[in-house]
């Protein structure tokens, strides 16, 4: 069975930084493409960043480019995502999910992922 598991979310002042991470289990990250997507309150769930399966691609929303960065750690099973000056606007729960298909590129878009984790509350004070 496979399982994504969140953490490093919390609670930070604009400006500051935070690093998530996603320990996968049931399956090896090394092989899918991964990504991170997050919801605010009352909206829809967005893109934020994904990273190939190779880890020699990554894409990132507008919004987050040259403030976040994907990364993976195939010796761990663990994927990351250093978000870096921060802002309110990047408040919502952030979730990892992984490619539904073994092997394909990453893609940004939330149906291509067949498995998610619980998620990590991320709060950016002003």
């Known amino acids: 069975q496979v399982q994504l598991v969140e953490s490093g979310g919390g609670l930070v002042q604009a400006g500051g930084s935070l690093r998530l991470s996603c320990a996968a289990s049931?399956?090896?990250?090394?092989?899918?493409?991964m990504g991170w997507f997050r919801q605010a309150p009352g909206k829809e769930r967005e893109f934020v960043a994904t990273?190939?399966?190779?880890?020699?691609?990554?894409y990132y929303k507008d919004s987050v480019k040259g403030r976040f960065t994907i990364s993976r750690d195939n010796a761990k099973n663990t994927v990351y995502l250093q978000m870096n000056s921060l802002k309110p606007e990047d408040t919502a729960v952030y979730y990892c999910?992984?490619?539904?298909?073994?092997?394909?590129?990453?893609?940004?878009?939330?149906?291509?992922?067949?498995?998610w984790g619980q998620g990590t509350q991320v709060t950016i004070s002003s």
């Open positions: 999910a992984m490619h539904r298909n073994r092997g394909r590129i990453a893609t940004t878009t939330a149906g291509d992922y067949d498995y």
């Open positions: 049931g399956r090896t990250v090394s092989t899918y493409s």
């Open positions: 990273i190939s399966w190779t880890g020699t691609n990554t």
